[in-house]
């Protein structure tokens, strides 16, 4: 309960940071105008420090995973996972990719919120609250994970970025390959939550597989 807990406000505050510095922004609804202006786009009041906050977290949750936090059998998964994500978030930074950024991370972010909150119902035993919560996420999952970020942030990142600059940027090979290894684990994470989701309609109440398949 505390480690969800934790995290949920975690991803919480994140989470509102990031709407913080995007609701007003008309590039957020536009994905060829993340491009537009790089590498001088004006850097806005908030993204350093969103930028810094979430590679401070992933960060120090890369080691907790190892040191900490409970074995699960998808820990090899989750640590590459991270470690993909610290790249991304550092390179993202110092070169300027920082509208792009934010949005994968808001992105994420979105998923992660709902998935703590669902947990934390759930050991609270409100569990009719912690089914409710489930399904928001899987569908949210379905739409943002396994939809919005190939068809959207990673086909800006393969051809916008190209189209809008008129040139390769840099490392762009690295950067949509590293992204498409997000993807995959997300996919690979999906078939997990719907096996959890079977359980939840068969006994009307999920559990962490995970956990129970070490």
Same mark, same amino acid.
């Given at each position: 309960m505390c480690e969800s807990f934790w995290k949920l406000t975690a991803y919480g505050s994140m989470l509102l940071l990031e709407v913080a510095i995007v609701h007003n922004e008309p590039w957020f609804w536009r994905p060829a105008d993340y491009?537009? !202006?790089w590498p001088n786009q004006p850097e806005l009041p908030l993204m350093r420090v969103l930028f810094w906050v979430q590679l401070a977290y992933y960060i120090s949750?890369?080691?907790?995973? /190892?040191?900490?936090e409970v074995p699960r059998s998808d820990y090899w998964v989750m640590q590459t996972h991270h470690c993909c994500t610290v790249v991304l978030i550092y390179y993202n930074y110092i070169s300027g990719y920082q509208r792009w950024g934010c949005l994968i991370m808001m992105l994420?972010? %979105?998923n992660d919120v %709902? @998935?703590?909150l669902a947990k934390c119902l759930n050991y609270a035993e409100q569990h009719t609250a912690a089914n409710g919560a489930f399904a928001a996420f899987v569908l949210s999952w379905a739409a943002l994970r396994l939809y919005a970020f190939p068809a959207i942030l990673i086909r800006s990142t393969l051809f916008d970025s190209v189209r809008v600059? !008129? =040139?390769t940027p840099p490392h762009h090979a690295l950067l949509n390959t590293l992204l498409c290894v997000l993807c995959c684990f997300h996919i690979y994470w999906f078939g997990l939550i719907l096996r959890v /989701? =079977? @359980?939840t309609v068969v006994k009307g109440? !999920?559990?962490d597989i995970r956990e129970k398949e070490d």
């Open positions: 491009w537009v !202006g949750t890369t080691f907790t995973l /190892a040191l900490w994420h972010d %979105i %709902i @998935m703590e600059l !008129g =040139y /989701a =079977y @359980m109440q !999920g559990e």
